[in-house]
């Protein structure tokens, strides 16, 4: 057992090491102000708005939709073009996720894990078709959806408040507008490979905006 000498030597010993993490910690958040040492921030501090915010959290439904759709298009489409862009979509959606739920993570933004509602309705209309039937839909919702994340990424690239939600923005953004070509193509094959037949209305309502008129096509 140890005598009084040595129990005032341990307690002291212990005062010291449990004052000098207090001291730490102190000087580490508030008290290195008053010391004038630079405050070191959170990895979630940053210069984020909530129009990032709203971004980070569309962006990561959006490429969780995208995993889910092309993997219902390996299984039920009948074209192989459609077949190749789920596949497509599989691979480069899924790196993006990876890339999401980093950057959320750093901003301290919750993103879900889960299909939105809408995407969701989507997931299940879809899974109801199949063969050319379920081709045209999801190409429909593919052009659609592309559409409005390939504007949705410009504006944040070129608008975003934080750097790395920019960054992010505009590193993906090629991409987009990559998946948004091909989208197109395979629409305007799977229309033309129906021409004799009835076209599909979806694909042609949803292309209809990126094809320019006659009237425009004279003027020029």
Same mark, same amino acid.
């Given at each position: 057992?140890?005598?009084?000498?040595?129990? !005032?030597?341990?307690?002291?010993?212990?005062?010291?090491?449990?004052?000098?993490?207090?001291?730490?910690?102190?000087? =580490?958040?508030?008290?290195?102000?008053?010391?004038?040492? #630079?405050?070191? *921030? *959170? #990895?979630?501090?940053?210069? !984020?708005? #909530? =129009?990032?915010?709203?971004?980070?959290?569309e962006a990561a439904d959006g490429e969780l939709a995208e995993v889910e759709l092309g993997k219902l298009a390996l299984r039920k489409a009948n074209s192989h073009h459609v077949k190749d862009f789920g596949q497509r979509m599989i691979t480069d959606h899924s790196a993006a996720n990876q890339q999401i739920k980093k950057l959320?993570?750093?901003?301290?933004? *919750?993103? #879900?894990?889960?299909?939105?509602?809408?995407?969701?309705? !989507? $997931?299940? $209309?879809l899974e109801k078709l199949s063969g050319s039937q379920f081709d045209n839909a999801y190409m429909a919702e593919m052009l659609k959806d592309h559409k409005k994340d390939v504007e949705s990424f410009r504006q944040q690239s070129r608008g975003a408040n934080d750097n790395e939600v920019k960054n992010f923005?505009?590193? =993906?953004f090629p991409t987009l507008q990559s998946h948004l070509k091909?989208?197109?193509? !395979?629409?305007?094959?799977?229309?033309?490979g129906h021409a004799r037949k009835k076209p599909s209305a979806a694909i042609a309502q949803t292309h209809q905006s990126t094809m320019p008129s006659k009237a425009a096509t004279k003027a020029r």
């Open positions: 057992m140890m005598n009084t000498f040595e129990k !005032i030597i341990c307690r002291a010993g212990l005062g010291l090491v449990l004052g000098g993490v207090l001291l730490s910690v102190v000087l =580490t958040q508030d008290g290195a102000k008053a010391a004038g040492w #630079p405050a070191q *921030s *959170s #990895p979630a501090a940053s210069n !984020i708005t #909530p =129009t990032d915010k709203q971004f980070i959290e959320a993570a750093r901003k301290g933004v *919750s993103i #879900p894990h889960d299909l939105g509602k809408d995407n969701k309705m !989507i $997931r299940d $209309r923005a505009a590193r =993906t091909e989208a197109e193509m !395979i629409a305007t094959d799977l229309t033309a």
